[in-house]
């Protein structure tokens, strides 16, 4: 009797293969539409995706082959197609291997032993396939179909083997690698491990895939997916990134609108977010209906950049100028008026030697320089704007590295100085170190680059490398002239440091003087700022015998009883209120008062900013104890200060 139903063949479920090749297929798609994150490690991504699609529909045909002995079947070929898919499988295990490793920045010092790892298992595995293909144990042919059990469970095991390796790696080092990476290596290689063990057990369904395929997107959705902000539309500035490497290595020129809603960006604003999001999609909305060539980037809740593809600035404007337009209706729309600024600006040239993070730089620099208080503002740049920022960009740079080098001799950096004279002796006792920057051959004054080095946290470095250079030149000068001291202007930054004190005594004792000889000048709006820490610094100064100068005194609000209590020794007035005093009889009994109240305490006065005669006659009449300003010297190089001493 035939046994209806028993031969129905050797068939296999593939059904989970081709949802993963799908997957994979969608996963390039994706890739290659919203901009990914180029890292290092994305090139691992991308070859790991593409090996995948090939190794998926490899594993398809196999099983279709099998399946289908008696039509498709030849014997070298089947081999040559399990071989195939055996060092694809090999291929996307390393793939995955590395870019978990990448992600750990101990990556290169350990690299032989990755290396050493890499060899064994890849020898161990390939000496594996050499040895199924020798004994033909990869299948048996039979009648109905093909057994390809020795084959999925030869790379099942191979797969488990490398997820764990994979695991213990990760957890040895997880010190230097990412929370995340560890999370999702916790959660997938388990996983994955399941998923192998079952293919091992059954026999008859093929859906290993998902274990390569499921990681691989993983990878892409956590680290290179750039989302679209679901209430905007708009990719995040990352995005904005690639499209920029790209647009540029293609040569595209475009220009860049900046825009920026100045109250939303304010920390002490707490808007209406809800309300806000609607409007803000509202606006990217009709934005983006301007034209096609405008692509839309979300860099915070109240900051946006669009992209216009043009090289023409009157398109440029013209789009710009709708852009207006809308944030005007969103302006009026609003219950609290938002204003905003909008900044567009456009040489590809610029863009693509500094990148995105310059523009972004740029446009902030505009929005401080054009900015109005509490209005909208359009402002469409222009190349003046982009040799003014140039400048100050350069400054900037010039100063980081300046602070990473640190290098007492920094030639860039030029101690300047101005005797200072004083009325009693009739000759010049002191003077003043001054700082100046010097790039590209052009000195750079103060009020040009303390401002920014302030800001970028780089102004100690610049007062270190000064007391170094005043130190040396006090050293030299004091061997053949005669004088009392050279005083050095310090910053807010310097004095709210507690041990400052202690780092100036030691950069001092490491030169040839008389500690004495260096002085320093501190502001009053310094004392405003963490007096705690400053007063700690004047004291222990002061105790050491350095003597300290309030500068600019008179720009500020000057309280009197106050100023007594600072631990000071000389008071220099400002040139403002010299210059007032000549003027206006009232400033002037101020002064005469002011200058009799602090030689009662014990103070030495100083004037600075006098420039001809009839002002050096009223400081001397005033009773001022120095004076300092162009009518005696301007400032030099400090070595030229041999010029005024006198001689031993
Ligand atoms: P400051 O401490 O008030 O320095 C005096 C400024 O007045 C100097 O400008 C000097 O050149 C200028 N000056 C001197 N005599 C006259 C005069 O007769 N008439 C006029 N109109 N000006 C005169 P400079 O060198 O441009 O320095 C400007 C400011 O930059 C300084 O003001 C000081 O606040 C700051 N600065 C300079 N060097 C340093 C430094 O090494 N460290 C720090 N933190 N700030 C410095
Ligand atoms: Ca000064
Ligand atoms: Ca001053």
Partial sequence: MPHFGMHIGLRYDIIGEYASLLLAILLLVFMSLTKPKKS??????????????????????????????????????????????????????????????????????????????????????????????????????RTDGIDITHFTTFYCMMGMLCAVICFIVVMIRRRTIARIVIRGVLIVVPLDIIVLILQIIDKKAIFSASTYVIPLVAFYLLFHSNPYDEDTGCQNVSAMESRFITDIRRNRF???????????????????????????????????????????????FGTYMALIETKERSDAQNYSEQMRDILDAFHDRTEDHFHYFLGVCGDSRRF?????????????????????????????????????FDEIYKIEQTLLDVRMKMDAEDERIICYAQPIYSVDKDEFRSAEALMRLHIDGKMIPPDMFIPIAERNNCIHALTVIMIHKVCKAVENLSMEYDFDAITINCSTADFTDKTFYKEILDIIHGYNIDQKMIRLELTESMMA?????????????????????????????????????????????????????????????????????????????????????????????????YIQGYHYAKPGPIESLSKYFKHK
């Fill in 352 to 388: 693509s030697s500094v990148g995105n993070k310059w523009t972004q730089l740029f446009m902030m620099y505009i929005k401080e320089t054009k900015h109005i208080d509490g209005e909208n503002v359009y402002y469409f740049a222009n190349g003046s704007d982009f040799r003014d």
């Fill in 529 to 625: 700022e963490n007096y705690e820490a400053v007063k700690h610094n004047m004291d222990m100064l002061n105790r050491e015998g350095i003597h300290l100068y309030m500068d600019d005194f008179g720009t500020g609000y000057s309280n009197l009883e106050r100023v007594v209590d600072v631990p000071v020794q000389t008071i220099k007035f400002d040139k403002s209120l010299l210059y007032k005093s000549i003027k206006d009889d009232r400033v002037d009994d101020i002064i005469s008062y002011m200058i009799e109240f602090f030689k009662k305490n014990g103070f030495v006065t100083l004037i600075e900013g006098v420039e001809d005669e009839s002002q050096k006659k009223y400081s001397i009449d005033r009773g001022f104890d």
């Fill in 40 to 141: 290092k490690s994305y090139k691992f991504l991308v070859l790991g995706v593409l090996t995948a699609i090939v190794a998926t529909a490899t594993q398809i045909m196999i099983v279709e082959v099998a399946s289908n002995v008696s039509v498709y079947y030849n014997r070298s070929t089947f081999t040559a197609l399990l071989t195939f898919f055996l060092v694809l499988y090999a291929a996307i295990l390393v793939l995955i291997f590395n870019y978990i490793n990448l992600m750990s920045e101990k990556r290169l010092k350990k690299r032989s032993v990755i290396i050493m790892l890499y060899v064994s298992i890849a020898l161990f595995y390939f000496s594996g396939v050499v040895y199924q293909v020798a004994m033909k144990s990869l299948y048996f042919v």
């Fill in 254 to 300: 475009f220009y860049l609108a900046y825009i920026d809603f100045p109250q939303l960006t304010d920390t002490s604003f707490s808007p209406d977010y809800e309300m806000l999001s609607i409007e803000m999609a509202r606006v990217c909305r009709e934005i983006e209906r301007i034209s096609r060539k405008i692509q839309l980037y979300r860099i915070s």
